[in-house]
């Protein structure tokens, strides 16, 4: 039934109880259902109860419950989950902190360079921003306050560091736009390589620029609060590098062809036991809880994709695709302000909603024009990915900031740290910017990797 009038109220619908509150994943499984089954009725069929539930909407969330649970490429989701949880729980983080503010002492703003630094190298194990911007909150913002940083500077860098883990492989995000796009994930992982790294340099040079103007934002560390330098050399010998050597091991393997996201993901999780291990943080306590959280989020992610492609399916039956595919060729688009209008709409979703309710509804209507624009797909994913960076830095609904403000309570008001995103928001779309006049920026290294990418 081709109704896109319906289509359009459909989606309208959803994005006002999605404001109201409502669950994410089963908002959009109600919705596919209660619509879906108005657009397969078939008036007359109903004779019994049982001919009621004789819907091929029924098949159809049947038919998608069970391509969620095979998705290989899916497997690698609850894999990364649990490997960030226990290197979490591993007390790993707060000695890479401590030791990189130590190892960067003579920079200026040696504690905002740290906590970038750990954020980055977190994230890429843990992958959920909520996780990592709660416990740099709680680790790096009190320190940054007990040595006279800006507030609002200080929650600015631990919200935006925060970020990097839906961008930087092992990244999560990734493996979600991959199973969307039906993209291959090593080859996501590798176009996403350069532009996280351009992306975190960045804000390591903001910080360095802003304090080396205005030192009184972020004073240098008194000398009776440096350790010896041996004792500093030491915290980054078993600190940073078996994280770091664990996260390159991950990645290594993806992008070397030797193992798939979900083979990788299964030998990082077994490394972060093994460093719990060996930072003796190991516990039945602790590996009961890691697998509790895993289960949890892993179950949310799966209905999010059951009812995210219930709610597609039913969209695009009703035509809702088609009404807006036609509605941008009619526009007469050249392929540069086609990029340009969709990534402001993306933006501008970034105000209320979270990056997976963007990629999961809306990236999936502008998937199809991409062959008719001549628009590399992988290029166009890195694109949208920078862009995601803004769902969490952008208010009113900045979730990255409510996840601070949740942990830091009183210490900190909610305008000082919108004041604190601001600049990060500049150099996400700089970056941007950058990442479109200079294609090879994502599209090198994969081309090197796994040969040219051809349509």
């Known amino acids: 039934m081709t109704n896109p009038e319906v289509a359009l109220f459909m989606l309208s619908l959803f994005i006002v109880l999605v404001l109201l509150g409502f669950p994410v994943a089963f908002t959009l499984l109600a919705m596919g259902v209660g619509f879906g089954y108005y657009a397969y009725y078939q008036a007359g069929s109903i004779e019994t109860v049982a001919d009621a539930f004789s819907n091929n909407i029924f098949y159809l969330l049947n038919q998608n419950t069970y391509s969620v649970m095979e998705n290989d490429t899916l497997v690698a989701i609850p894999l990364f989950l649990f490997m960030g949880d226990v290197v979490e729980r591993a007390n790993i983080v707060n000695k890479l902190f401590y030791s990189l503010q130590m190892a960067a002492r003579n920079l200026p703003g040696s504690m905002a ?92 040079l903001y910080v360095i620029v802003r304090v080396f103007l205005n030192p009184s934002m972020a004073p ?61 943080s190991l516990s039945w306590e602790m590996l009961k809880q890691s697998v509790y959280l895993t289960a949890k989020a892993t179950a949310m992610v799966c209905w999010l994709f059951v ?24 526009l007469d688009l050249a392929p ?15 105000w209320p909603l979270e990056w997976s309710e963007i990629l999961i509804i809306f990236v999936p209507i502008f998937l199809p024009m991409l062959p008719t624009f001549g628009v590399n797909p ?45 600049p990060y928001l500049g150099i996400v779309i700089a970056v941007m910017v950058l990442m479109y006049q200079f294609p090879d920026i994502a599209l090198w290294l994969p081309d090197a990797l796994f040969g040219k990418y051809i349509p």
């Open 113 to 204: 360079i740290a906590a970038l630094i750990t954020c980055a190298v977190f994230s890429t194990a843990s992958g959920i921003v909520g996780a990592v911007v709660t416990l740099m909150g709680l680790l790096a913002f009190p320190a940054m306050a007990k040595a006279r940083y800006e507030k609002s500077f200080a929650a600015g860098v631990i919200c935006a560091g925060g970020t990097l883990g839906i961008l930087i492989p092992p990244s999560i995000m990734l493996i979600v736009y991959a199973a969307i796009a039906e993209l291959s994930p090593l080859r996501l992982y590798a176009a996403a390589v350069f532009p996280g790294f351009i992306l975190a340099g960045s804000y390591i």
């Open 307 to 330: 009812g995210s492609w219930t709610f597609a399916s039913v969209f695009s039956y009703l035509g809702g695709h088609e009404i807006i595919e036609q509605f941008f060729l009619g």
């Open 336 to 350: 540069w302000q086609f990029l340009i209008l969709v990534q402001i709409i993306i933006f501008v979703l970034g």
């Open 378 to 422: 992988y290029f166009f994913a890195m694109l949208v990915a920078l862009n995601l960076q803004t769902s969490f830095l952008t208010p009113p609904m900045a979730m990255s900031a409510y996840y601070l403000k949740g942990v830091l309570g009183k210490a900190i008001e909610l305008m000082q740290i919108f004041k604190g995103l601001m």
């Open 220 to 280: 240098k560390p008194r000398e009776e609060d440096v350790p010896p330098r041996r004792v500093v050399y030491w915290q980054l010998l078993t600190s940073f590098v078996p994280l770091t050597a664990l996260i390159m091991l991950v990645l290594g393997s993806i992008l070397g062809g030797l193992a798939t996201p979900a083979e990788a993901a299964a030998m990082g999780a077994l490394g972060g036991l093994v460093l719990a291990a060996l930072y003796r």
